[in-house]
């Protein structure tokens, strides 16, 4: 299963682009995570924040690989346990779908991202910087295969 994640935001601080590598390096061929980075709309003074979100939209729906399952991360998603997203993990593989992973810029997701999913995650109830989620996503999923596995990795 490839697991694309797409996430609003490029030029990240090198501790962000480290994090995220160190465990998405460790992930099998049958669990491949592959970070694609889309720009971030216009911000700044008197700039449009309905446009600048609706820009990252349209580009977060245009590199959705037809066919893939598509989960948004956000806030009002379900929380797992690594356990449970170990199971889903598992359903996901099973299911012979790709996945798609959609994480937002500093303002969140569109509105149509969220619409087109067919499931939300919710990584925590706390807002978390988006280049973060970008290493708590990698790990969690890293950590969910270990689970699927038996490595000891989660103990």
């Known amino acids: 299963m490839r697991i694309r994640l797409l996430a609003v935001g490029t030029k990240m601080p090198a501790w962000v682009t480290s994090g ?11 669990f491949q995570l592959e970070l694609v980075e889309l720009a971030v709309g216009h911000r700044g003074k008197g700039a449009d924040m309905a446009r600048a ?16 399952k598509v989960i948004a991360l956000c ?11 170990a199971q889903q993990a598992e359903e996901w593989r099973m299911d012979g779908h790709n996945l798609t992973l959609l994480v937002g810029g500093p303002d969140g997701l569109d509105p149509r991202c969220v619409a087109v999913a067919d499931q939300r995650w919710s990584l925590s109830a706390l807002t978390l910087p988006h280049p973060l989620v970008r290493i708590v996503l990698a790990e969690q999923l890293y950590r969910a295969w270990t689970l699927l596995q038996g490595h000891p990795y989660h103990k």
């Open 53 to 68: 979100i609706r820009s990252e939209g349209d580009a977060m729906l245009a590199a959705i690989p037809k066919g893939d």
């Open 75 to 85: 806030v009002d998603g379900k929380n797992w346990s690594t356990e449970r997203l």
């Open 20 to 30: 995220y590598q160190e465990y998405a390096k460790r992930l099998s061929q049958d």
